[in-house]
Nanobody, 128 residues
Framework: QVELVESGGGLVQAGGSLRLSCAAS????????MAWLRQAPGKEREFVAS????????YYADSVKGRFTISRDNARNTVYLQLNNLKPEDTAVYYC?????????????????????WGQGTQVTVSS
Protein backbone atom coordinates (compact mmCIF):
# COMPACT_ATOMS: atom_id res chain seq x y z
CA GLN A 1 0.00 0.00 0.00
CA VAL A 2 1.56 3.25 -1.14
CA GLU A 3 1.63 5.93 1.52
CA LEU A 4 2.66 9.55 1.01
CA VAL A 5 3.22 11.97 3.87
CA GLU A 6 3.84 15.67 3.19
CA SER A 7 5.50 18.18 5.47
CA GLY A 8 7.11 21.59 5.33
CA GLY A 9 4.23 23.95 4.68
CA GLY A 10 3.75 27.20 6.54
CA LEU A 11 3.27 30.94 6.41
CA VAL A 12 5.81 33.00 4.50
CA GLN A 13 6.01 36.53 3.13
CA ALA A 14 5.96 37.22 -0.59
CA GLY A 15 9.41 36.68 -2.04
CA GLY A 16 10.26 34.07 0.56
CA SER A 17 11.03 30.37 0.25
CA LEU A 18 9.82 27.04 1.59
CA ARG A 19 10.79 23.42 1.03
CA LEU A 20 8.08 20.79 1.00
CA SER A 21 8.85 17.13 1.60
CA CYS A 22 6.95 14.00 0.65
CA ALA A 23 8.01 10.79 2.36
CA ALA A 24 6.96 7.78 0.30
CA SER A 25 6.58 4.17 1.44
CA UNK A 26 4.93 0.93 0.35
CA UNK A 27 6.07 0.85 -3.28
CA UNK A 28 9.02 0.30 -5.60
CA UNK A 29 9.34 3.96 -6.43
CA UNK A 30 11.92 3.56 -9.16
CA UNK A 31 8.89 2.56 -11.25
CA UNK A 32 6.88 5.65 -10.33
CA UNK A 33 6.36 9.23 -11.37
CA MET A 34 5.80 11.61 -8.50
CA ALA A 35 4.07 14.96 -8.64
CA TRP A 36 3.02 17.97 -6.64
CA LEU A 37 -0.40 19.48 -7.21
CA ARG A 38 -2.08 22.31 -5.34
CA GLN A 39 -5.55 23.53 -4.57
CA ALA A 40 -6.41 27.09 -3.64
CA PRO A 41 -9.69 27.97 -1.91
CA GLY A 42 -12.57 27.89 -4.36
CA LYS A 43 -10.41 26.58 -7.19
CA GLU A 44 -9.79 23.24 -8.80
CA ARG A 45 -6.71 21.20 -7.99
CA GLU A 46 -3.92 22.03 -10.42
CA PHE A 47 -0.65 20.47 -11.48
CA VAL A 48 2.59 22.04 -10.26
CA ALA A 49 5.49 19.70 -11.10
CA SER A 50 6.37 16.07 -11.70
CA UNK A 51 9.49 13.92 -11.60
CA UNK A 52 10.32 10.51 -12.98
CA UNK A 53 11.92 8.66 -10.10
CA UNK A 54 14.15 6.43 -12.24
CA UNK A 55 16.19 9.17 -13.93
CA UNK A 56 15.05 12.43 -12.32
CA UNK A 57 13.38 13.83 -15.42
CA UNK A 58 11.12 16.76 -14.53
CA TYR A 59 8.21 18.77 -15.87
CA TYR A 60 6.75 22.04 -14.55
CA ALA A 61 3.63 24.10 -14.92
CA ASP A 62 4.37 27.41 -16.64
CA SER A 63 3.19 29.33 -13.56
CA VAL A 64 6.02 27.95 -11.40
CA LYS A 65 8.80 27.37 -13.93
CA GLY A 66 11.99 29.06 -12.78
CA ARG A 67 10.72 29.49 -9.21
CA PHE A 68 9.98 25.94 -8.02
CA THR A 69 12.24 22.88 -8.20
CA ILE A 70 11.18 19.27 -7.76
CA SER A 71 13.78 16.69 -6.75
CA ARG A 72 14.06 13.29 -5.13
CA ASP A 73 16.33 11.53 -2.66
CA ASN A 74 16.55 7.84 -3.51
CA ALA A 75 18.10 6.84 -0.19
CA ARG A 76 15.33 8.50 1.80
CA ASN A 77 12.44 7.69 -0.57
CA THR A 78 11.55 11.36 -0.37
CA VAL A 79 10.46 13.89 -2.98
CA TYR A 80 10.99 17.59 -2.42
CA LEU A 81 9.49 20.76 -3.80
CA GLN A 82 11.63 23.85 -3.31
CA LEU A 83 9.48 26.96 -3.55
CA ASN A 84 11.36 30.22 -4.17
CA ASN A 85 10.19 33.77 -4.85
CA LEU A 86 6.77 32.90 -3.52
CA LYS A 87 3.75 34.99 -4.51
CA PRO A 88 0.38 35.39 -2.78
CA GLU A 89 -1.22 33.45 -5.65
CA ASP A 90 0.87 30.43 -4.64
CA THR A 91 -1.26 30.13 -1.50
CA ALA A 92 -2.85 26.68 -1.55
CA VAL A 93 -2.85 23.23 -0.04
CA TYR A 94 -0.01 21.34 -1.72
CA TYR A 95 -0.46 17.63 -2.34
CA CYS A 96 2.08 14.97 -3.17
CA UNK A 97 0.84 12.35 -5.63
CA UNK A 98 2.19 9.20 -7.28
CA UNK A 99 1.48 6.90 -10.21
CA UNK A 100 3.20 4.01 -11.90
CA UNK A 101 5.25 5.14 -14.89
CA UNK A 102 4.39 2.81 -17.76
CA UNK A 103 6.39 1.86 -20.84
CA UNK A 104 6.02 4.62 -23.49
CA UNK A 105 4.53 6.84 -20.77
CA UNK A 106 5.00 10.58 -20.49
CA UNK A 107 5.69 12.97 -17.64
CA UNK A 108 3.13 15.37 -19.09
CA UNK A 109 0.21 13.97 -17.16
CA UNK A 110 -1.28 16.91 -15.31
CA UNK A 111 -4.80 15.83 -14.42
CA UNK A 112 -5.45 14.92 -10.79
CA UNK A 113 -7.24 11.77 -11.93
CA UNK A 114 -4.00 10.53 -13.49
CA UNK A 115 -2.62 10.00 -9.97
CA UNK A 116 -4.11 7.19 -7.86
CA UNK A 117 -2.02 7.82 -4.73
CA TRP A 118 -2.22 10.98 -2.64
CA GLY A 119 -0.90 12.45 0.56
CA GLN A 120 -2.98 14.43 3.01
CA GLY A 121 -1.69 17.83 1.88
CA THR A 122 0.26 20.64 3.50
CA GLN A 123 -0.84 24.28 3.66
CA VAL A 124 1.29 27.00 2.11
CA THR A 125 0.21 30.57 2.81
CA VAL A 126 2.01 33.52 1.23
CA SER A 127 1.29 36.96 2.66
CA SER A 128 1.69 40.14 0.64
Amino acid sequence: QVELVESGGGLVQAGGSLRLSCAASGGTFSRYAMAWLRQAPGKEREFVASIRWSDGGTYYADSVKGRFTISRDNARNTVYLQLNNLKPEDTAVYYCAARLFQVFDTLYRVRPKDYPYWGQGTQVTVSS
